[in-house]
C-alpha cells in the first residue's frame, strides 16, 4: 500500500513561485508514474490535471495552460516528486494532490487512473 504526503502548501501573491513536494513511502516507488492533480474552491467533483511525470522521470507531461509555468520532476532516490509553479496566479488557487498510477498508461492525465492519492495541500494565490 503506497502512502503520499504532499508538503509545501501556503499563501503566496500573485507572480511568486512555490514548490510543492510529495513524499511516497511503501512500495516500489520506480513502478509508478506520479501526478499531479488540482480541485478548485467549490468543485468537489472534479480534479483537474496539472503535470505527470513518468517512472524515469525522463518523460514529463503537462496540462496546456502549466506549461511554461509548472515543472514537475521526481528524485528515485529519495522517493519524492516535486512540482515547481512559478508566476503564480489567482485562478491557480487549489487544493494541490499527489497521485500515482502503476495500471495507467502513458501520458498520465486522467485522475480515474490513479491508484493512490495523497491527502491534499492548499495553494492560495492573493491579488
Known amino acids: 500500500q503506497l502512502q503520499l504526503v504532499e508538503y509545501g502548501g501556503g499563501l503566496v501573491q500573485t507572480g511568486d513561485s512555490l514548490r510543492l513536494s510529495c513524499q511516497v513511502s511503501?512500495?516500489?516507488?520506480?513502478?509508478?508514474?506520479m501526478g499531479w492533480f488540482r480541485q478548485f474552491p467549490g468543485n468537489e467533483r472534479e480534479r483537474e490535471f496539472v503535470a505527470s511525470v513518468d517512472w524515469s522521470g525522463g518523460g514529463t507531461h503537462y496540462a496546456q495552460s502549466m506549461k511554461g509555468r509548472f515543472s514537475i520532476s521526481r528524485d528515485n532516490a529519495q522517493g519524492t516528486v516535486s512540482l515547481q509553479m512559478n508566476s503564480l496566479k489567482p485562478d491557480d488557487t487549489a487544493v494541490y494532490y499527489c497521485?500515482?498510477?502503476?495500471?495507467?498508461?502513458?501520458?498520465?492525465?486522467?485522475?480515474?487512473?490513479?491508484?493512490?492519492w495523497g491527502p491534499g495541500t492548499q495553494v492560495t494565490v492573493s491579488s
Open positions: 511503501g512500495g516500489t516507488f520506480t513502478l509508478y508514474a
Open positions: 497521485a500515482a498510477t502503476r495500471s495507467g498508461g502513458w501520458p498520465y492525465e486522467s485522475p480515474y487512473e490513479s491508484d493512490y
